[in-house]
């Protein structure tokens, strides 16, 4: 028999675990000397140990441990449990060491920030192509390209048993329009010659044929096949679509310019489907813009008010909010002690519908006393903003709110209260004709 701590030392357990044990009855010492107090252990008590510090090991209580233990845990049981937690260990550390690449991959772009040069790119059109697919799911923390070369290999049987050859590039195609941390889709596809891949002829299985349409206008870029250069390649590109005035409008495809599974360094061309960016002008003169209107730009400090008003909520897609501020101007008159001006209040509460927002046409009041019939109470808060100037007619607000967001904003280096809300101030410079002016305010801080 051994001593405690010697017993310890052969089952890397300490003393005071095995005290623990004992009370719990998982573990009696064999033999306790009467005389002394000491405990002994016996090497028979080793597999049964062993089984206590597995479970332990695999999550159990020592509750749970009991009853376990209690049922007689066969050698192949539990053999069989160790496996099975062995290969989520390693599945554990794979995604770990996947979300390490990942750490390195982000450093390196944040490195990078405000030195990320424009690619190479070229447009190019692209005709509606014959493709012979496969899709899987991956997990965000999976390494792509494995998924991608795994799909390689299943369609590359699919074929031989059909007899087909690719008749032309191999493509890795992303369709979903965000990103999903549960799952990525991932679809790899090879173009097959339409004439000889009848559906009738072919095997079955999870490979699909269907056509991808024609592109007009793809934006390309050629880049290496890293996970690294990949990401860093897809940003250059963005920078490089929104450089010259076009807007993604469609699935990214990465065109393989050798066969995934022969070279894991091979080439990869980017496409982006491009069209031109309507709003272009705003972005790339906004520096000009900003000069033209920072002389009207104002930064106040709007005290705290109470307005009464009509609710609109929608997207305003048949022009409601124009419609709304009809019908307030005819009610005005129901509200007791207004005050001049009018206010347009907008915000995108929690919870609305995607694309949706709330309207209130509105004006301030001194006191309330009565809420006219469909109308309701707006209390603001003193409030820091920008006072952004439109002029002319209400036909180029829209460009105006381009400007303010998209140039005049993100150059300020103020930070917005909260994303949608803003005011329309309407005052005594506010009349209708190409002359008039108003305000759009936007909280900041």
């Known amino acids: 028999m051994l001593k405690i701590g010697d017993f310890s030392k052969l089952a890397r357990v300490t003393v005071k675990t095995l005290h623990h044990y004992e009370q719990m009855g998982l573990l009696r010492p064999a033999w306790i000397d009467r005389f002394t107090g000491y405990r002994y252990y016996a090497l028979q008590q080793l597999p049964r140990l062993n089984r206590i510090l597995a479970l332990k090991d695999l999550g159990f209580s020592l509750d749970e441990i009991t009853h376990l233990l209690d049922r007689d845990l066969g050698a192949t049981q539990l053999r069989a449990m160790l496996e099975e937690k062995q290969a989520e260990l390693e599945r554990r550390v794979q995604s770990e060491q996947r979300r390490l690449e990942m750490v390195a991959v982000r450093l390196r772009e944040i490195e990078a920030e405000g030195r990320t040069s424009l690619p190479d790119a070229a447009l190019k059109s692209s005709p509606a192509l014959h493709v012979a697919s496969q899709q899987a799911l991956a997990l965000p923390t999976e390494q792509m390209f494995d998924h991608s070369d795994r799909l390689y290999h299943s369609i590359m049987m699919w074929l031989q048993q059909a007899h087909l050859r690719p008749s032309g590039e191999w493509l890795a195609l992303h369709e979903k329009p965000e990103y999903d941390e549960r799952a990525v889709p991932i679809e790899t596809a090879v173009v097959l010659d339409p004439r000889n891949s009848e ?42 679509v929104e450089a010259n005035g076009y807007l993604v409008n469609g699935p990214v495809r990465e065109v393989y310019l050798q066969e995934p599974g022969e070279n894991s360094a091979a080439m990869v061309e980017l496409q982006f489907p491009v069209e031109r960016n309507r709003h272009w ?38 022009d409601e909010v124009p419609e709304l501020w009809n019908v307030f101007n005819k009610r005005a008159a129901e509200i007791a002690n207004g005050l001049e001006n009018a206010y347009g209040v907008c915000r995108v509460p929690p919870g ?67 994303p949608g809300f803003d005011m329309e101030f309407y005052g005594e410079e506010f009349n209708f004709t190409d002359n008039s002016v108003f305000y759009i305010y936007v909280p900041v801080k």
Request: proline share 9%; net charge negative; glycine share 8%.
């Open 281 to 318: 002008r705003i972005q790339t003169n906004a520096r000009q813009e900003k000069k033209e209107t920072e002389m009207d730009v104002k930064i106040i400090n709007q005290p705290a008010m109470t307005l009464i008003g009509l609710r609109y909520q929608g997207k305003n897609q048949n």
């Open 352 to 418: 609305l519908p995607e694309g949706e927002f709330e309207y209130v046409a509105c004006m301030p009041v001194s006191k309330v006393e009565k809420v006219p019939e469909g109308m309701l109470v707006v209390n603001l808060p003193e409030l820091k903003c920008v006072a952004y100037p439109h002029h002319g007619k209400l036909d180029t607000l829209g460009e105006t709110y381009q400007a303010l967001y998209q140039a005049w904003l993100p150059q300020s280096g103020l930070e917005v209260v909260e």
């Open 199 to 240: 559906p009738s002829n072919l095997p079955s299985g999870s490979v699909n044929l269907r056509w991808l349409p024609a592109v007009p206008e793809l934006a390309c870029s050629v880049i290496p096949r890293q996970p690294g250069d990949l990401m860093h390649a897809y940003t250059g590109l963005y920078g490089w």
